[in-house]
């Protein structure tokens, strides 16, 4: 209880209530306490207790409002303000059902006028032309025919242009060739077919213009290699790649890229194997590359 007391008298202090009663005295401030304290415990059942009070007071309140309110003025406005309201409703629903009839294509036939169909009306029993939606008790309800807009023709693609053929000599496949091994007999091999070289690029050129014979696999000799059919007797090889941009039947110009270098099937390191061959026998590139 003491420590009750002193934090309300903290609260009340800091409140300034102390200062407004002027001097009470200690029994002043006790009695003060005792009633602060009263009120706590007290209010909330208090308040229960004066609801029903409160209610019946906001009762009687309205009820004197309404009592003022001069009915008979009010019940004429309002019926003024709905015939008003009935007649704007009435003439946008016309207004907008003529709208939607045009929009829609429909046209409606008066039951004593006469409308022929493409080939005749059709006999009683008969299938329903296809334009006749619904009948109405004002006539018949024809949907008008779509207009179709003329779509223009399609134009023929551009033919593709055609490939030129192969230059008759061969470019080398890398830029700023290496060679690591040259063709014929080498200390590594007993015959070499054709020329090892690296280079500063990966990217693996074509040597001449002509069609790919295919993208082959080969993982005890050449590993993935691609052989180019230039249409003219000769062939070349592209040996040890790490991948292949080509398919089997392109076309490729002399320079294009085909792929990129590697080092799969029996290589000891990145690198291109490349060939020059005539009836598939390999022939020594030098003889070829300028």
């Known amino acids: 209880m003491a420590l009750i007391q002193g934090k309300l008298l903290g609260r009340l202090g800091k409140l300034g209530i102390f200062g407004a009663l002027g001097n009470l005295g200690a029994s002043g401030k006790r009695w003060f306490l005792k009633s602060w304290l009263w009120l706590q415990r007290a209010g909330r059942p208090l308040l229960f207790h004066l609801a029903p009070i409160l209610r019946w007071v906001r009762s009687f309140i309205l009820a004197q409002l309404i009592k003022k309110i001069q009915w008979p003025k009010l019940a004429k406005v309002l019926r003024c303000n709905l015939v008003h309201i009935s007649v704007v409703c009435l003439a946008l629903l016309v207004v907008f059902g003529n709208l939607s009839t045009r929009s829609s294509g429909l046209t409606v036939i008066p039951t004593g006028a006469k409308k022929t169909f493409s080939g005749g009306m059709p006999a009683l029993g008969s299938a329903r032309p296809a334009n006749l939606i619904a009948t109405s008790n004002e006539g018949l309800i024809i949907k008008a025919a779509p207009t179709r807009k003329a779509t223009p023709a399609p134009q023929a693609p551009a033919p593709a242009p055609a490939p030129q053929a192969a230059s008759g000599y ?17 200390s590594f091999n007993p015959w070499h077919t054709g020329v090892d070289m690296t280079s500063g690029s990966l990217a693996i050129l074509a040597s001449d213009a002509g069609w790919v014979e295919g993208t082959f696999w080969d993982p005890y000799g050449y590993g993935t290699h691609i052989i180019i059919n230039h249409g003219n007797g000769y062939e070349t090889l592209y040996g040890h790649l790490s991948e292949s941009w080509v398919y089997p039947g392109q076309f490729v110009a002399q320079g294009q890229q085909i792929g990129v270098m590697g080092s799969t099937g029996w290589s000891t390191g990145t690198h291109l194997h490349f060939e020059v061959r005539s009836g598939g026998v390999p022939l020594n590139p030098f003889a070829f590359l300028p």
């Open 170 to 186: 061969f470019a080398w496949p890398v830029w700023s060739p290496n060679i690591t091994q040259y063709y014929g007999a080498t």
